[in-house]
């Protein structure tokens, strides 16, 4: 009887831990927070204050969204800024929400947005017709120049290279496809006003670039050396022209 009444004790301890009721194992976050809803298109109403904003919402398991809204608004600078967000008690669960769903929630101004810049969680979007468009992230709200050879290309161009922030390209020739430019490394080497006991030494770099489409001037060379340095080796048709003649940078 001793050993059947102990047997029974251990079975019933046994029992009690894999009773429902028993704290989980996980340590995920499953009560509701506030997180940002996704942008994908904003176009006009019949009402000049409102905008309509379709989202990609969380989804698709009940709990990962509810209540899209607009959590933030304010009028600055002839701009209108405001966050758009959304609930969900599952974001923090990996693999909880792997897809997303419709959704839409409309914007409201005091007055007529007319032209105004409306920057939606941080992003801008620009008014074009009966819809808006998203600024694009380096080329900004404004359509580049046809011109390929424009200052905004250049500065496109360096600001992808592993340059100071400070650098400036200087063109030395352009056609239209193919550009050569010089950029110093750094023009500021001992800061905006010079350090004691540095001694400025400004690095200069020539480059080759070729015409690569919507995305700008892709590097094709650089060099330190007169003329074309070892472009040709690396692209044979860039144009002799543009830099057989051109000195040490």
Sequence with gaps: MRRLATALLCLAALVG???PGAAPSSTEDTSWGTVQADVTAVRVSDDPRLLVLTLA???DADGCSRNPRIGYFVEENNRIYANVVQDSRLTGV???????????VTLTAPGPIGSRLVVLNQEPWKRDGESYRRCDPTFGCDPMPADHCARAWIDVAVRGMDVSRHSVGSPESCDGTWLVMTVPFDPVPCGAEARPGCTPSVNVRRY???WSGPQGWATIAGSTEAGCGSVLTVEPAFPRKLCADLPRP
């Design 17 to 19: 831990c894999a009773m």
């Design 57 to 59: 919402l969380l989804g």
């Design 94 to 104: 990996v693999g909880a929400c792997p897809t997303h769903t419709p959704g839409e």
């Design 208 to 210: 080759f670039l070729r």
